[in-house]
């Protein structure tokens, strides 16, 4: 489990390309256009001030993490916190705001402390808090007010898919027409082969907030294929949460090559 929450971490924010998704064209929706839809995803975003959650997290990939149990706090567009343990002993911590990313895991004693820039140049894809938080609270990875879809109609499902081609870039988002939340967004680098999909099978209803209570990840390039399935099993919102974190002292950090 060698540096597991950076994995996921990194997992999670490789939906950053920007980019359309191939797909064949099904008969167009007459009754919404593509800007009604897309206004209403977002008169329909995630609008509490705090998340306080428990989740559990099966990871796959060069290694396995099978049922570990995860802590989540968030205060919108400021801060995520969030703590990995297996049978109740706490073994990774991290902290992001939409400047840094810190991270520390016990089993190795290793550190990781810097900014969004350095990942983004490791990874050779532009990172940001802001996508995290998005694939976390069920929202567009990408701000769809900025371009203009096709919508299309497939099943039960509404599909957008940018009026703009790019030789290098695919995309897609399924939003589920009942309540517009994202089903699912689908991101294709062609040239490095990297995909990134993310699912979300079933929304919750606590009150009257809509709210992911699965979300599946897989991320892929020509050589490996990691997966991330996050199951919520509980959610409180607008609570007053802390954020503790410090990395320990005698800790190596970690190197990004």
């Known amino acids: 489990m060698r540096n597991i929450l950076l ?70 567009d400021k801060t995520i916190w969030l703590s990995l343990s297996k049978f109740g002993i706490g073994f990774a911590k991290a902290l992001i705001t939409p400047n840094r990313v810190s991270y520390y895991e016990k089993l190795n004693r290793t550190y990781f402390d810097g900014d969004f820039t350095l990942l983004s140049k490791w990874l050779g894809t532009d990172l940001d808090y802001e996508k995290v938080q998005n694939i976390l609270i069920g929202q567009a990875i990408l701000d769809l007010k900025k371009d203009k879809y096709h919508l299309n109609k497939r099943q039960n499902d509404l599909v957008l898919t940018p009026q703009k081609g790019n030789p290098l870039y695919d995309i897609l988002f399924i939003i589920n027409p009942l309540n517009f939340k994202i089903k699912s967004q689908e991101i294709q680098q062609r040239d490095a082969a990297r995909k990134l999909l993310i699912d979300y099978p079933v929304y919750s209803t606590f009150g009257t907030t809509i709210f992911p209570k699965e979300i599946y990840i897989a991320a892929s390039d020509l050589y490996n ?7 919520y099993k509980s959610v409180e919102f607008n609570k007053n949460l802390s954020f503790p974190f410090e990395i320990p002292k005698n800790y190596e950090p970690l190197e990004l090559k």
């Open 7 to 76: 994995i996921l971490i990194l997992s999670l924010t490789l939906g950053s390309c920007k980019s359309k998704k191939d797909l064949t064209r099904t008969s167009e929706n007459k009754s919404m256009s593509s800007r009604k839809l897309i206004k209403n995803h977002y008169d329909k975003a995630f609008d509490k001030k705090t998340i306080n959650a428990k989740l559990k997290i099966k990871y796959t990939g060069k290694s396995s993490l099978p049922g570990v149990t995860a802590s989540l706090r968030m205060e919108k």
């Open 225 to 231: 294929t990691s997966t991330i399935d996050i199951d």
